[in-house]
Each structure stands twice: as C-alpha cells, then as structure tokens.
C-alpha cells in the first residue's frame, strides 16, 4: 500500500514520511488525536471532531497548527487521493520537535507542533458483520491517568487492555474505577435496562465521545429515555443489552460481559435500532 499521507503541510507518499526522533509525540505521547470515520466518501461528525481537537489542545496549552477550514480541506483531500468510501481519517498534533530531549515544553515560538494525518481504508464499516452478532468483553481495572477527557496519544493502557481481551478470547475490555464502569478501551459504553439507555455522565473519568453525543441527541429524538449516571459492572452484567460507541465502531453491541450472556445473547433491540438510525442520520449531514 502506497497512501498518500500529510505531515506539516506536505501531501506525500507514506514511504516518504518522516517526522523526527525528538519529537515529543514520539518521546513523551505529548500530543493529541482524533479519529473522524468517513462513509460514502463524506466525514461524519467532523465539526464535533475538530471542536473536540480544540479542546484537547487547549488543555495541554498546545497551540494549534491549523485552522478548522483549512484541517476540513485536508481530510477531504486526503479522502479525494485515497479513493476512500468507507473508512476513517486518523488525526495527531504533537507538541513538536525541539532540537534535544527535555521534560519542560519548548518555546512555540521556537518549535511548531508536528501534525500528521493518514487514512484507513475500511470497505464495509457500515456493514460491518460482528454489529449483527454483537461482541464480547472482559472487565479491568481502569489504571489510566486521571485526564481521560483530552484525547491524548497515551494509549498504552488501552492497547493493553485490547490484548488481555485478546488473550482471553473476547473483543475488547471494559475499564472499572471504584466498582464502575469508566468506558471501553477505545469507546464509550452502555447499558440498556427495558428501554432505558444508562451511561457514565461527562466528567475528566471518560472521553467526551463525539459519536456518544450524536447517539444520545438521536436517541432521543427517538423518544428513548437516557440516564448519565455511574453503573456498576454488576450491574451492566445484569443489564438487557448494552452496547459502546466510537467513531469506528458506530454503534456495537454488546452480548456478553465477563463471560455472562446479556439476554438471550443475541444483540436486543436498542442497539440494532440505534445503530441504523446514527448510521443513517450521519449519512444524511455527512460533509
Ligand atoms: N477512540 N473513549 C475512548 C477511550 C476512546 O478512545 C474513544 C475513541 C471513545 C469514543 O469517542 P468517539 O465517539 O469520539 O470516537 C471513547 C478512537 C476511535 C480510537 O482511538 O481509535
């Protein structure tokens, strides 16, 4: 595969690549991210994306190497080069590379933030196969730091938490905090009790999902009744249904828990029906 990529203002081949060996990305996981998903070669939810890269970067007081309109031109741009109709556009600012290694942050002036983007080409995403038999999941402690709401690049954790998953025959983790669920490694998660949808309410525990925030507004244009509270892995081993959202998954559901079948494990009635409405929904304000 020869995709062509961007890195600092360059459109090039992803050979021809290249980012330093101090940069801060690299050194430190000082950087931010984003993972915008692309169906019918149009971005989903790319406003809440880049409102969401804003935030990220005003956190970690990180100056912004690109303006919305001109970060808009380049994801359609890249989706253009690499004929993608479904996929997802990956996104990462760092805070750049100064000339050596140093824990206090460089002067800006001095050192400009690295960005690179790439695309993943994903034929099928809306498809996708395992949403018509739902996917299974292992609870673990969740150890990460006390920022999960800035999307940062430390995803080691979670990369940890995707193979004791795979090591133990599942599909992904769920993280627990104090007997609660926080979220997913890579997404925000759920549980349906009758036709009551519970997840964790916003707050620094959990990723600000973008996909979470167009789920719930749809789900409750669609007259479903939502609670933002804390649940307990107890409780979500108990639950009718439950589900998790991301920018790559849409809407998954869920089958079982810790080895414990929700329902009948089989994938329930909510999440199927939310799935197709946000896929459908998205489709139709795609840009
Ligand atoms: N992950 N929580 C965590 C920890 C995440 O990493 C993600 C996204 C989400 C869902 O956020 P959104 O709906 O905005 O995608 C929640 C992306 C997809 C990833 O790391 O690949």
């Keep these: 595969?020869?995709?062509?990529?961007?890195?600092?203002?360059?459109?090039?081949?992803?050979?021809?690549?290249?980012?330093?060996?101090?940069?801060?990305?690299?050194?430190?996981?000082d950087g931010v991210?984003?993972?915008?998903?692309?169906?019918?070669?149009?971005?989903?939810?790319?406003?809440?994306?880049?409102?969401?890269?804003?935030?990220?970067?005003?956190e970690l007081e990180m100056a912004s190497p690109i303006s919305k309109n001109v970060l808009l031109e380049v994801h359609r741009e890249l989706v253009r080069l690499n004929?993608?109709?479904?996929?997802?556009?990956?996104?990462?600012?760092?805070?750049?590379?100064?000339?050596?290694?140093?824990?206090?942050?460089?002067?800006?002036?001095?050192?400009?933030s690295t960005i690179v983007l790439f695309t993943q080409n994903k034929p099928g995403l809306a498809n996708n196969p395992a949403a018509k038999k739902g996917i299974k999941v292992i609870?673990?402690?969740d150890i990460r730091w006390g920022r999960r709401d800035i999307k940062t690049v430390q995803l080691l954790y979670p990369s940890m938490g995707k193979m004791m998953a795979k090591k133990a025959g599942v599909d992904d983790a769920w993280m627990v905090q104090d007997g609660?669920?926080?979220?997913?490694?890579?997404?925000?998660?759920?549980i349906v009790k009758g036709n009551k949808i519970i997840t964790r309410a916003k707050s620094n525990d959990i990723l600000h999902g973008i996909t979470r925030a167009a789920?719930?507004?749809?789900?409750?244009?669609?007259?479903?009744?939502?609670?933002?509270?804390?649940?307990?892995?107890?409780?979500?081993?108990?639950a009718d249904e439950a589900f998790i959202t991301s920018a790559s998954t849409f809407v998954m559901p869920v089958v079982e828990i810790d080895g414990v079948m929700l329902g009948d494990g089989s994938p329930g009635n909510v999440a199927p029906r939310l799935r197709e409405i946000y896929i459908d929904e998205s489709r139709k304000i795609a840009i």
Excluded: C, W
């Excluded at 961007?6 to 996981?29: C, H, Q, T, W």
């Design 1 to 29: 595969m020869n995709r062509i990529v961007y890195v600092n203002g360059v459109y090039l081949p992803e050979s021809e690549a290249k980012v330093s060996i101090f940069d801060r990305g690299f050194l430190m996981a």
């Design 180 to 190: 609660f669920v926080t979220e997913g490694t890579s997404n925000n998660a759920y």
């Design 83 to 112: 004929e993608i109709d479904e996929g997802m556009i990956y996104l990462q600012i760092t805070r750049g590379a100064p000339n050596d290694r140093d824990f206090v942050f460089p002067d800006p002036q001095k050192t400009p």
């Design 215 to 238: 789920v719930l507004r749809f789900a409750e244009e669609a007259q479903m009744e939502i609670e933002e509270r804390n649940f307990s892995i107890e409780e979500a081993r108990e």
């Design 139 to 141: 609870s673990i402690e």
């Design 33 to 58: 991210y984003e993972v915008t998903s692309v169906l019918g070669g149009k971005l989903i939810d790319f406003d809440g994306h880049a409102f969401r890269l804003r935030r990220s970067l005003t």
